[in-house]
């Protein structure tokens, strides 16, 4: 809850401290920690008159556990907790070759939930526990980056996740671009099952994950683009990993897709799976310009009866305002279009229907006539 939607807080307020809210009658809303520094003076992790506690946490966590392994079965390498969207804000916890990664947003949760759960978290990584908090929103709750071993010898070289029967490299100690995007596992699924015999351009590669999919599911050729160099690097050594033939290049996706369109080349699969352009609302219609510039490109590359498929993870890119960007590019493009399918991000990233920032992933899936 922000300060301004709070009438009277106490001023010995302390950090990390556990309070009640009340409502203007004092029914008591909830519980949650408190951040005196943050302009999210206090999130709430109960409703009503419980008070969160060590059991309560390892509650919340083992209802994570269950649920995905009810959708996904026993995965070794993915999300285990997802933030608010678990009932755990603030904390993201990831399992990575029997590490557990976890990085607090949140002061509450680096002092309160981390300490609370770090014994189940511990008992889920037989490898060891990283900390992992680099992310730049930790400032606003006054806090530092931290990258440390927790528990445990921090991993000499890069370790190899595990995504179905794909393999990628993953820097858990590395500077900033690392990790492995987990939400996207189901929609590489999709790719690789829509892959075989098809021409394949991979925009916004990163380490392959769409790529290394496409060569895997039988594409006949794959170009994977993306203007890191250290990501194609790691590319490269994954594809070679997974025995998969992927040619790479780097440069900035917006010049390379006008210059493809100008060469007129034609592919049968183009995956778009670009950085969040919109972080806020600020930046909302720069953001749509983006996405349509390179969805117009993208269709205008399709060969008949070519694929399109199309990422937003964008927060302030809501489902409805990227399917009409896309349909606008269609539009604009000329190039009919039927539209198979409109996924989400993958079950260990779960959607909660009372917290809009879960709900980030897009991804539609396009034919061409
Ligand atoms: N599809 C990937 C994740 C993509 S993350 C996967 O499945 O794992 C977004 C990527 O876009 C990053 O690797 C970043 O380096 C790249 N990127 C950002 N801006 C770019 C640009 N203008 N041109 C090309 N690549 C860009």
Not at 48 to 59: E, H, N, V
Not at 269 to 285: E, M, N, Y
Request: glycine share 8%; proline share 7%; net charge negative.
């Amino acid at each position: 809850m922000f300060r301004g939607e709070l009438r009277e807080v106490p001023a010995d307020l302390q950090p990390a401290e556990i309070v009640q809210v009340e409502d203007m009658r004092g029914h008591i809303v909830g519980a949650g920690y408190a951040n005196p520094a943050s302009s999210i003076l206090v999130r709430l992790l109960t409703r009503g008159t419980a008070l969160p506690s060590p059991d309560w946490a390892k509650a919340q966590l083992l209802r994570a556990i269950a649920r995905r392994k009810e959708r996904m079965g026993d995965v070794p390498d993915l999300r285990l907790v997802h933030s608010e969207a678990d009932g755990l804000p603030g904390l993201v916890v990831e399992r990575i070759a029997g590490y557990a990664i976890v990085s607090p947003d949140t002061l509450g949760a680096e002092e309160l939930l981390l300490p609370w759960l770090l014994p189940e978290i511990e008992a889920l990584a037989p490898n060891g526990v990283v900390l992992r908090a680099l992310a730049p929103i930790r400032q606003r709750e006054g806090l530092a980056p931290r990258l440390e071993m927790l528990r445990g010898r921090a991993p000499q070289a890069p370790v190899v996740a595990q995504e179905g029967d794909i393999r990628y490299e993953v820097d858990l100690f590395g500077g900033q671009k690392t990790g492995h995007y987990f939400d996207q596992r189901e929609n590489r699924a999709l790719c690789r099952s829509l892959a075989a015999g098809r021409r394949v351009l991979d925009v916004f590669s990163y380490t392959g994950g769409f790529a290394i999919a496409a060569a895997l599911g039988g594409a006949s050729e794959v170009m994977a683009v993306d203007s890191s160099e250290e990501a194609l690097q790691t590319l490269e050594r994954n594809a070679a990993l997974n025995g998969a033939a992927v040619a790479v290049r780097e440069e900035n996706a917006f010049d390379l897709l006008r210059q493809l369109v100008r060469d007129k080349e034609q592919y049968d699969l183009i995956v778009l799976d670009p950085p969040p352009f919109a972080r806020g609302k600020d930046h909302l219609d720069a953001a749509l310009r983006a996405y349509k510039e390179i969805n117009l490109r993208a269709m205008r590359l399709l060969a008949p009866g070519g694929y399109l498929l199309t990422a937003s993870c964008s927060h302030a890119v809501s489902l409805a305002d990227f399917l009409a960007v896309v349909d606008d590019a269609a539009q604009d493009a000329g190039v009919p279009l039927t539209r198979i399918a409109v996924r989400g991000p993958a079950p260990d990233h779960p959607v909660r229907v009372e917290v809009p920032e879960s709900d980030y992933l897009h991804l539609l899936a396009l034919q061409r006539d």
